[in-house]
């Protein structure tokens, strides 16, 4: 059973567009629900997370909007740099601090 | 070390030969978790460790699988009778994990590249 599922698997966005990744969870014990970036070679690191008691959360070009209701979140990242060029992880965290995450996003920034 | 630490970074081992793949975490941390990462796919869950409790090893694939967290501190994910399929990069990452928190980061090593041929 995939609990957290992540669309699309890749995507091209020209520089200084929008790059949208959408995710999706059916567990509503989850209350914590961080993205991950990672550049090849290397781990993936934290960009950016989000608690369930709000409904977005800007950082700079990057922001989570956040549905409840839907079980949804996606990642917003404006005006798209080629440095942004990664695998974009979403992930969830329940009470027992496991980490899912979904199958990833290459995202490829045109330059 | 200021960061997670896995050793090594790469191993080439013979199909049937046990593995042993080591993880440092950062100092304090509570959480220890191991994920495998398939050429281009997603992050694998196998095993959780947090603090005393029983570890979660709900993720394991196989028997052949195990993880040991000694101390508290470094953990060993030993793979037994190494298979083509279980060419990998592992992942190790470690966390506070402290609920009362507000974030919970975990924060990963670079991982160790598996091939078994």
């Known amino acids: 059973q995939q609990q957290v599922k992540q669309s699309p698997q890749s995507l091209i966005v020209q520089k200084g567009g929008i790059s949208i990744i959408n995710c999706a969870y059916e567990n509503t014990a989850f209350d914590y629900f961080p993205w991950y970036q990672q550049f090849p070679g290397k781990g993936p690191a934290l960009l950016i997370a989000i608690r369930p008691d709000v409904s977005e959360k800007k950082e700079g070009r990057f922001t989570i909007s956040f549905n409840k209701s839907a079980k949804q979140f996606s990642l917003h990242i404006m005006d798209s740099q080629p440095g942004d060029s990664a695998t974009y992880f979403c992930a969830a965290v329940g009470g027992d601090d496991k980490i899912i995450f979904g199958k990833g996003t290459r995202l490829h920034i045109l330059p | 070390g200021a960061g997670v630490s896995q050793s090594p970074s790469n191993k080439v081992t013979e199909k049937g030969k046990d593995v042993e793949l080591r993880c440092d975490p950062i100092?304090?941390?509570?959480?220890l978790y191991w994920y495998r990462q398939s050429l281009g796919q997603g992050l694998e869950f196998l095993i959780y460790?947090?603090?005393?409790?029983?570890?979660?090893k709900s993720g394991l694939p196989s028997d052949r699988f195990s993880a040991e967290r000694t101390g508290g501190s470094v953990s060993t994910l030993t793979i037994q009778r190494t298979q083509q399929e279980d060419s990998a990069v592992y992942l190790c990452?470690?966390?506070?994990?402290?609920?009362?928190?507000?974030?919970?980061?975990?924060?990963f090593g670079q991982g160790t590249r598996l091939t078994v041929v």
């Open positions: 100092s304090g941390h509570t959480a």
């Open positions: 990452a470690s966390s506070l994990a402290n609920r009362g928190l507000m974030n919970t980061e975990a924060f």
């Open positions: 460790f947090q603090g005393n409790s029983a570890p979660d």
